[in-house]
């Protein structure tokens, strides 16, 4: 917990581009800089790191957020204890983005699968096999124990990246007057 307000910082960086995120808080929105940091920063700790799934680098420069199986779905209680946060955050974009979280909750696999809710690396790091290596462990761990993993990519440009990593697309969706998001599967694999 006492690494989250840097790693925020590297998500919001790592994310500063991303479509999903400019619809969620856009460039014009007052103070969205520490609005976007804030918003990883409760992603992991209320969604991510209570499940003990989180890898980072040792500078923090890059984190992959996963949740175990049966354990992606925050629940009734769960949903609102972070509501004054998420309001506090997202202002005005609090029902826009409600909205949009429920469609993708629509979209979810029931089936028992680890979820890799967040992958960042800050910019100044990218390229140099940090996400890769924050894969591994749970992917590795996927296949010795013949579990699938499920993730929604927020860039069309990701998609190669996580393809090679045995993901596929399984649909698109479109955030609501939003841009489109690609969930992405991916079954265990055989040893090889």
Same mark, same amino acid.
């Given at each position: ?13 790592? &994310? ?11 460039? $014009?929105? /007052?103070?969205?800089?520490? #609005? *976007?940091?804030? %918003? *990883?920063?409760?992603?992991?700790? #209320? +969604?991510?790191? =209570?499940?003990?799934?989180?890898? $980072? $680098? ?14 992606? /779905? ?9 509501? !004054?946060? %998420? ?8 029902? =826009?983005?409600?909205?949009?979280? $429920? ?8 089936? !028992?699968? &680890?979820? +890799? ?19 591994? =462990? ?14 929604? @990519? @927020?860039?069309?440009?990701?998609? !190669? %990246?996580?393809?090679?990593?045995? &993901? ?10 939003? !841009?489109? +998001?690609?969930?992405?599967? /991916?079954?265990?694999? =055989?040893?090889?």
């Amino acid at each position: 917990m006492a690494d989250a307000p840097a790693l925020s910082r590297s998500l919001a960086a790592a &994310f500063d581009d991303d479509p999903i995120m400019e619809w969620m808080l856009p460039s $014009t929105l /007052r103070n969205r800089s520490e #609005r *976007h940091r804030k %918003f *990883h920063e409760l992603a992991l700790r #209320r +969604l991510h790191l =209570p499940h003990g799934e989180v890898y $980072t $680098t040792d500078g923090l420069e890059a984190a992959a957020e996963w949740d175990p199986p049966n354990q992606w /779905r925050l629940g009734p209680i769960g949903q609102l204890r972070v509501l !004054p946060s %998420f309001m506090r955050t997202l202002g005005s974009r609090l029902g =826009p983005v409600l909205s949009g979280l $429920t469609m993708i909750e629509k979209h979810h696999p029931k089936e !028992p699968h &680890f979820y +890799l809710g967040i992958l960042g690396t800050d910019p100044a790091h990218q390229g140099k096999g940090l996400g890769s290596a924050l894969l591994k =462990p749970v992917l590795d761990r996927c296949d010795a124990e013949g579990l699938p993993a499920y993730l929604e @990519s @927020s860039k069309e440009s990701n998609i !190669p %990246f996580y393809n090679r990593h045995g &993901f596929e697309v399984t649909a698109t969706l479109h955030m609501p007057k939003g !841009p489109p +998001l690609w969930p992405m599967w /991916r079954d265990p694999q =055989p040893p090889q």
